[in-house]
């Protein structure tokens, strides 16, 4: 399994940025499409987006198109989300996820990832 850790998270005002990072290692990060996913408190862990292992596709959540981008460097092992205009209801705890596969296709599913990082905390506040 490759091993995941976030980062970036932090308290931020609404309309603020962050940009959270996600470094894998213990495995081939290329054979990896990615996924950000998020939770809220009393709420399920939802998807945020989703980056295929050449980082030639994505997927965002309707709700968020145009403001979050997810990005990949694999020469850095490690994938990116970039939060812009963020709002109060952005705040939960932020987690990367990483799927093997041979393809070249997203997943937006819970389910369809085997590796998930600890998570980071974004705070937005009114």
């Known amino acids: 399994q490759v091993q995941l850790v976030e980062s970036g998270g932090g308290l931020v005002q609404a309309g603020g940025s962050l940009r959270l990072s996600c470094v894998a290692s213990?495995?081939?990060?290329?054979?990896?499409?990615m996924g950000w996913f998020r939770q809220a408190p009393g709420k399920e862990r939802e998807s945020v987006c989703a980056?295929?292992?050449?980082?030639?596709?994505?997927h965002y959540a309707d709700s968020l198109k145009g403001r979050f981008t997810i990005s990949r460097d694999n020469a850095k092992n490690t994938v990116y989300l970039q939060m812009n205009s963020l709002k109060p209801e952005d705040t939960a705890i932020y987690y990367c996820?990483?799927?093997?596969?041979?393809?070249?296709?997203?997943?937006?599913?819970?389910?369809?990832?085997?590796?998930w990082g600890r998570g980071t905390q974004v705070t937005v506040s009114s």
């Open positions: 980056i295929s292992r050449g980082g030639g596709s994505t």
């Open positions: 213990g495995r081939t990060f290329s054979n990896y499409a």
């Open positions: 996820a990483a799927k093997l596969t041979g393809s070249r296709t997203y997943y937006t599913e819970r389910y369809e990832y085997t590796s």
